[in-house]
Every structure is written in structure tokens, then in C-alpha cells.
């Protein structure tokens, strides 16, 4: 979650709106806790939202648009969209990670039928082995040569990808990295998979991270600059 700090343009605006209080007579110091009361407020209700998320209850997308305000909103509409991308993306495999995919299961094939006729006894099972370890290393080459230093394809798999000078991915399906969509039991997480997040999950994110901001420090800012700023704006509302 990201830390965003305000903006002059939102410190402005929170000027104009202490500068209206002090027209209609309120002092310095009352206005300026006016500001914080209201803040306040608003972390309350964005709280109380997280709340019934949390329990599993609806919570509609007009409700969350009053509650985080027209730019919070926007971002959380972004994210939606992002979601909606990545599976979409999910779906449609480019072919390099199809390819990888056709031929693990052609090397742990082969590596299954070696180890059958291992725990029979039979005579066949080292010259089966020879033939699976060769596939594998062939897989091996494939990555080496297709995937591997593209970050695009690299995050489709379940694990880095990057090996030290000398190291192999070995002569078994243990070894090897599973695509993240594969429902093998081997295949344990990470890459593309790691970013999807539910709908609720990205409303949840959305109202801790207006929270946040609601409960950040101040920055410091140039006071001179934005006095000077709001003057302009001040000016040219009044022409």
C-alpha cells in the first residue's frame, strides 16, 4: 500500500474551506479543528466500511464513492480494471509458456513409466531413465534458450527462474518450475498469481489506503508557494 502524501492542490483546498469558516467568524483555532473533527469523521466511516467488508456483507460501488471521494474512487475503479486484465491475461498462454508446458508433461511422463518399472525391477528401467533425463535436459535447454531473462514469461511460473553458474533444474519433475495456472500439487504459488486479489479485497485495500492518507503526517511544504498559490486561485475566483 502506498503512502500518498497531499498534494499543495488538496492542501488548497482544505485552505479555502478554513478561509470560509473564518469568514463566517470562526477563529483561527476553531476552524482549523473544524478540519480535524471532519477528518475524523471520515476515518470513522471509512473504518466502519472495512468493518462490514470484513464480514463478508455487500458493500455497492455508490457507497464506496461517497465514502472515498472522487480520486480514491477512481483508483479503486483502476484496480478493478487491472484485476479484470490479469485474468483475462491468465487465460490466453503465449505460446513459449504453452510449449514448456506440452513438454514437462512429456518428460514426467517419461519419468513416471522409468520409475514404474524402477519399483518392479525391471531390467528396462535404467535405459528408461536415460530417455527422461534427456528430456528434461532438453526442457532445460528450453528455458535457458526461450524464457529465461524475459520477465514477461518468467512471471508466469511458480518460482525465479534465475540459476547460479553450474546449477541445472535436475533430471526430475521436482525440480522444474510449474506455470502458475497449473493445478498440479507441485506448483506453489507466485509469479502472476501472486497479484490477483478478489473484489472485495480491492475494496478493502482501497479504504485502508484513504485511511492512510487521512492519517499520515503533514509533509512539509513551501508556505510561502502555496499562499502564494491560493492568492492566485483567490483572485481568479473572484474575477
Known amino acids: 500500500m502506498t503512502n ?20 463566517q467568524g470562526t477563529s483561527r483555532l476553531d476552524a482549523s ?4 473533527i471532519s ?10 466500511i472495512i468493518e462490514r467488508l470484513s464480514r463478508g456483507e455487500i458493500v455497492q460501488n455508490r457507497q464506496l464513492k461517497t465514502v472515498l471521494g472522487t480520486e480514491e474512487y477512481a483508483r479503486y475503479l483502476s484496480d478493478c480494471e487491472y484485476q479484470r ?5 491468465l487465460k490466453d498462454k503465449p505460446y513459449e509458456i504453452v510449449e514448456y508446458e506440452r513438454r514437462l508433461k512429456v518428460a514426467t511422463f517419461a519419468y513416471s513409466k522409468a520409475d514404474y518399472k524402477s519399483q518392479k525391477g525391471h531390467r528396462s528401467a535404467k535405459k528408461m531413465f536415460g530417455a527422461s533425463d534427456t528430456q528434461f535436459e532438453r526442457l532445460s535447454e528450453y528455458l535457458s534458450e526461450n524464457i529465461i531473462g ?9 518460482r525465479p527462474l534465475a540459476k547460479c553458474l553450474g546449477d541445472s533444474f535436475g533430471v526430475s519433475p521436482d525440480g ?4 502458475v495456472t497449473s493445478k498440479s500439487l507441485k506448483n506453489i504459488g507466485g509469479g502472476y498469481v501472486d ?14 489506503e484513504a485511511i492512510q492518507e487521512l492519517t499520515s503526517p503533514a509533509p512539509d511544504v513551501d508556505q510561502k508557494a502555496i499562499k502564494a498559490r491560493f492568492d492566485r486561485l483567490r483572485k481568479l475566483s473572484a474575477d
Not at 477528518?39 to 466502519?48: G, I, M, R
Not at 486484465?85 to 491475461?89: I, P, S
Not at 497479484?195 to 485502508?208: F, P
Open 195 to 208: 497479484q490477483l486479489r478478489s473484489i472485495r479485497e480491492v475494496k478493502i485495500d482501497a479504504v485502508k
Open 39 to 48: 477528518s475524523l469523521k471520515k476515518v470513522a466511516k471509512l473504518q466502519k
Open 85 to 89: 486484465y490479469l485474468r483475462a491475461m
Open 150 to 158: 524475459h520477465p514477461e514469461l518468467e512471471a508466469w511460473f511458480d
Open 4 to 23: 500518498k502524501r497531499p498534494q499543495p492542490e488538496e492542501i488548497i483546498t482544505k485552505l479555502r474551506q478554513v478561509e470560509v469558516s473564518l469568514g
Open 33 to 36: 479543528r473544524l478540519m480535524q
Open 176 to 179: 522444474f518450475p510449474q506455470v
